[in-house]
């Protein structure tokens, strides 16, 4: 009975060791965000391109200070004017990128259409 218990002591003890060394592999867990903008009258492509990036930077730190299990950060910043809807940035970033670099140029795709599509006044950077 003794080398029966032993046996399963051992199996047990053998189980708990692995689970130890080789854990289980965590999920990814991401947010989305999609934010949506309101063109202002007269307003350039710069001045919305500026504040796209601070919604989306806002959005981006909120989502990871929220929700510390968030490993990735998915945020579409979307512009809306005059009967028009368009995505003028993405920012896709995972929480160690963005603990190393918070920065949203960095980390965001641009939509070089947007402001032809939005037909707002030339930009003064030549973006």
């Known amino acids: 009975m003794s080398a029966g218990l032993a046996t399963l ?5 053998v189980w708990l060791t692995e689970a130890l060394i ?8 991401t947010s989305r965000l999609d934010l949506f903008l309101a063109r202002e009258s007269g307003e350039t492509y710069d001045t919305l391109l500026r504040r796209a990036e601070m919604a989306a930077r806002a959005g981006a730190q909120r989502s990871f200070d929220q929700d510390l299990l968030i490993t990735n950060v998915s945020v579409t910043v979307v512009v809306e004017g005059d009967g028009v809807t368009v995505p003028i940035l993405a920012l896709r970033v995972d929480r160690d990128e963005w603990r190393a670099r918070p920065e949203t140029t960095y980390w965001a795709t641009y939509y070089r259409t947007a402001e032809m599509l939005l037909n707002l006044p030339a930009s003064s950077l030549g973006l």
């Open 9 to 13: 002591i051992g199996g047990t003890g």
């Open 22 to 29: 080789a854990p289980q592999a965590s999920q990814a867990y």
